[in-house]
T-cell receptor, first 112, second 114 residues
Framework: GENVEQHPSTLSVQEGDSAVIKCTYSDSASNYFPWYKQELGKRPQLIIDIRSNVGEKKDQRIAVTLNKTAKHFSLHITETQPEDSAVYFCAARLYNFNKFYFGSGTKLNVKP | DTEVTQTPKHLVMGMTNKKSLKCEQHMGHRAMYWYKQKAKKPPELMFVYSYEKLSINESVPSRFSPECPNSSLLNLHLHALQPEDSALYLC?????????????FGPGTRLTVT
């Protein structure tokens, strides 16, 4: 099966700085890579996703990059704000298979 | 409507009780999921229904029994649970057609087994 590893487990940045979270996956058949933000006591919320036929996708202050050859993908948050503080999970989905493999999560703390 | 709803929000039950969790979506999604989430951990997949048929059971103990009455509803029946089953139970759905794979989560049911 697929194995997704996520780093770092915790990340502390100053407000206005950038934050980068990295994930690697093992199965080259994975073709869809979502990122979720989960605030304390809330549901995981899909914030951005990328498919294997795309190298980069951007939505305002957040972007995701995918390197299929190296089997890794990253979440980039620019101009961080305190409300970005949360746990972020990456995930990978195998082509044509209804199962999402999650990374272990990154707790992001944005200090005002 | 772009939301997955779950009831109840909180549930406290004894080890001999029988209860059910409910999930509903009206986005026309064809795949529905049950996850269990412990504190500071990622969601852990339990069951997947695709087109109203159980397609994945992640070796979940029989004290958890899923049911998909129709394409919009998903239930999780609970019986004789253990204290270690206390967790946040999340329902999710995804389109699963026309190449769309994005998954949306409900707010969860916080379950405490006493």
């Amino acid at each position: 099966g697929e194995n997704v590893e996520q780093h770092p487990s915790t990340l502390s940045v100053q407000e206005g700085d950038s934050a980068v979270i990295k994930c690697t996956y093992s199965d080259s058949a994975s073709n869809y890579f979502p990122w979720y933000k989960q605030e304390l006591g809330k549901r995981p919320q899909l914030i951005i996703d990328i498919r294997s036929n795309v190298g980069e996708k951007k939505d305002q202050r957040i972007a995701v990059t995918l390197n299929k050859t190296a089997k890794h993908f990253s979440l980039h948050i620019t101009e961080t704000q305190p409300e970005d503080s949360a746990v972020y999970f990456c995930a990978a989905r195998l082509y044509n298979f209804n199962k999402f493999y999650f990374g272990s999560g990154t707790k992001l703390n944005v200090k005002p | 409507d772009t939301e997955v709803t779950q009831t109840p929000k909180h549930l406290v039950m004894g080890m001999t009780n029988k209860k059910s969790l409910k999930c509903e979506q009206h986005m026309g999604h064809r795949a529905m999921y049950w996850y269990k989430q412990k504190a500071k951990k990622p969601p852990e997949l339990m069951f997947v229904y695709s087109y109203e048929k159980l397609s994945i059971n992640e070796s979940v103990p029989s004290r958890f029994s899923p049911e998909c009455p129709n394409s919009s509803l998903l239930n999780l029946h609970l019986h004789a649970l253990q204290p270690e089953d206390s967790a946040l139970y999340l329902c999710a759905s995804s389109p699963n057609h026309r190449g769309r794979a994005e998954q949306y989560f409900g707010p969860g049911t916080r379950l405490t087994v006493t």
